[in-house]
């Protein structure tokens, strides 16, 4: 198991940017595929990136490619998402979650397959 706790978010105006990192404890952190998630206020949690144990495979939705960037730090068990050319509509509860991978390319890409989950940084976007 592993304790993920997230940082990052805040006010920002819409072309902005911000850094979300995800930090886990414990010591298998590269045994674990990262992926990040969003629910906005009365809507469903949605998928957004997710990213191999290696760190060499990744995976976006449509609505955030090119615009987001996930990747990782085994070494400092930290994951993070870049977000640049934030719109209003990015404004959501973001959430990163962690599920157990078998192969270090192995991408996960739903969320039944995530068994770790932290409590969410708040990124609001401003018109």
């Known amino acids: 198991q592993v304790q993920l706790v997230e940082s990052g978010g805040g006010l920002v105006q819409a072309g902005g940017s911000l850094r979300l990192s995800c930090a886990a404890s414990?010591?298998?952190?590269?045994?674990?595929?990262v992926g990040w998630f969003r629910q906005a206020p009365g809507k469903e949690r949605d998928f957004l990136a997710t990213i191999s144990r290696s760190g060499g495979n990744t995976y976006y939705t449509d609505s955030v490619k090119g615009r987001f960037t996930i990747s990782r730090d085994n070494a400092k068990n930290t994951v993070y998402l870049q977000m640049n050319s934030l719109k209003p509509e990015d404004t959501a509860l973001y959430c990163c979650?962690?599920?157990?991978?078998?192969?270090?390319?192995?991408?996960?890409?739903?969320?039944?397959?995530?068994?770790?989950w932290g409590q969410g940084t708040q990124v609001t976007i401003s018109s």
């Open positions: 979650a962690a599920g157990i991978a078998v192969a270090t390319t192995e991408i996960l890409l739903k969320s039944y397959q995530y068994s770790n």
């Open positions: 414990g010591r298998t952190f590269s045994s674990y595929a």
